[in-house]
């Protein structure tokens, strides 16, 4: 296949329609069944992608758990230089793989889909790197004992994914997995199973068969039976609370570990004494609205302090109105699409009960596309409700959209409980030059990811993961891989 090919998302695309890949081979679906793969910029079919069942999923763990035993006894050095390996290979796949991400998600190439490509290739490459820090502790019990723990790895490992950050999300399970000597079976997202599919072609390059299996299909039709399997030995799932809850039950009635990634309504606290230009980037940045807010950090709710909240409303108005809505593939363009016609109708609903909800101010901002092109495209404009209060549902549920709540503050104290005031508890950050200040709201804040004067996206080798109902347990960091991807036996040997 030439480079040119692969540069073309169409034609990557259409190559890759109808496949699952399992055992190392692109195979369809068992049933024949497959379902369309649609562009939201214009709505066109771009591929279709196999309809997963039980029997694909059983077809999936079963050469999974054959090729997990060999590959368990690899050394865990060879495992991790492998991993950097795919991580070379995947490094050189980067706009390729951007180009077919923006292709299937509608998420704008310069903006979002290559940095989504080349940040995937960089996990790789960190947790290759840790193959050898796989690592027990010793234990002066008794004199006579020679007692140690021993992290191994647990089998096969069953990861649901979601579709807003495909590539990157599913890195950030697969590969501590991998390297902990574990295999794995993902589920994409119905929504977005081009561009992993690709990332699995390539790292099958490179991994043994079986290895690292991926299948496509539905959640009630693929997801559960992939969860309920009795050889799947983990599940690393990242999606909706609701989902999450059936996947937690369907877990606990097998007993076993399974880590889960919820959604968010994360506060950006911002204090009178903040830099204002700095914030209004970081709130850009912050509620990802390059990504169309399509993020379970965006930072939803913007608790301004009313000495800056006019200025900082106006700017941030300004600044959303400058951004180039338009052809996720065009490198002018900074806004590209909703995912889907079912997510984009959610949105627009939540929207519509903003603009209803009594003292409620809508901000409507920027531009849609005039292309006739893009005219069925699933484009949707920005929302910056103000004048808002946190017990709107607006600043309670998760919209997943471009839509924020600005809510003006003066004490503090009532600020702070309000920020607390979701049942979310995944991320969020603060705004201000006051040390003490910071560092009272970062102890306070319940959250599980909290940052001072900047808004990173979750980075690979920092655990990340929320409390209260935004899931459990973390994903990323050398930590996480020990404790989520391995199980620790614990020896003794008597020495007497
Ligand atoms: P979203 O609304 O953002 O799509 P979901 O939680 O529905 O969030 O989806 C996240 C992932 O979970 C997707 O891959 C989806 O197919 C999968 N999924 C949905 N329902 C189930 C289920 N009952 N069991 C397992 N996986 C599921």
């Known amino acids: 296949m030439s480079d040119n090919l692969e540069l073309n998302p169409r034609a990557l695309a259409a190559r890759l329609s109808g496949k699952h890949l399992i055992d190392g081979q692109l195979v369809g679906s068992l049933s024949g069944r497959t379902f369309d793969v649609i562009n ?58 951007g180009r077919l991400v923006a292709l299937e998600t509608g998420k704008a190439l310069r903006t979002e889909s290559r940095v989504e490509a080349s940040v995937l290739a960089d996990a790789f490459t960190f947790y290759g790197g840790l193959g050898s820090e796989i690592k027990g502790e010793t234990i002066p019990f008794d004199t006579n004992m020679l007692t140690m723990t021993v992290p191994q790895p647990i089998g096969v490992v069953g990861a649901i994914i979601p579709w807003n950050v495909p590539m990157l999300l599913m890195a950030l399970k697969i590969a501590p997995a991998l390297v902990a000597g574990n295999s794995v079976v993902v589920k994409s997202a119905e929504e977005a199973p081009l561009a992993v599919l690709r990332v699995a072609e390539i790292m099958n390059q ?47 009635e097998k007993i076993v570990p399974v880590t889960l990634e919820l959604g968010g309504k994360s506060p950006m606290i911002i204090f ?34 009313e000495d800056i909240h006019d200025a900082f409303v106006e700017r941030l108005i300004a600044r959303v ?57 699933l484009f949707l404009q920005p929302v910056i409700f103000t004048n808002m209060t946190n017990d709107m549902t607006l600043c309670q549920e998760e919209i997943f959209g471009p839509v924020t709540c600005v809510i003006k503050w003066s004490d503090y104290e009532t600020m702070l409980s309000e920020a607390n005031g979701t049942d979310f508890g995944l991320a969020a950050t603060v705004w201000t030059n006051d040390l003490k200040l910071a560092m009272d709201a970062i102890h306070r804040l319940e959250a599980g990811f909290v940052q001072v004067n900047q808004n990173l996206v ?12 935004s899931g459990l347990g973390k994903e990323a960091s050398l930590e996480a891989m020990i404790e989520h991807f391995t199980k620790k036996k614990t020896i003794i040997i008597n020495m007497t």
């Open 40 to 97: 939201p910029a214009t709505r066109e079919v771009i591929a279709q992608s196999p309809y997963g069942e039980a029997a694909d999923v059983s077809s999936a763990v079963e050469s999974a758990a054959a090729a997990q035993k060999s590959w368990a006894k690899v050394k865990a050095r060879e495992r991790g230089r492998l991993i950097s390996e795919c991580g070379r290979r995947l490094m050189e796949h980067v706009e390729e793989l």
């Open 206 to 252: 490179v991994l043994p068969p079986g290895v690292f299996n991926i299948i496509s299909g539905f959640g009630p039709e693929c997801g559960a039976p992939l969860v309920v399997h009795p050889k799947v030995a983990k599940i690393s799932f990242t999606g909706s609370v609701e989902t999450g809850k059936l996947v937690a039950k369907a877990a606990a």
């Open 272 to 305: 009178a004494d903040a830099d204002l230009d700095r914030v209004v980037n970081g709130a850009i940045s912050g509620m990802r609205f390059t990504r169309q807010g399509q993020s379970c950090t965006a930072a939803s709710r913007m608790f301004v302090h």
């Open 321 to 377: 109105n400058a951004l180039k809505m338009g052809d996720p593939l065009d490198e002018a363009t900074d806004i590209g699409t909703i995912i889907s016609k079912g997510q984009y109708e959610t949105v627009k609903r939540y929207v519509e009960l903003g603009k209803n909800t009594p003292g409620a101010v809508a901000n409507v901002c920027n531009k849609l596309p005039d292309d006739p092109r893009l005219a069925d495209g």
């Open 458 to 469: 979750v980075q690979a080798a920092l655990p990340y993961g929320g409390v209260k109902k």
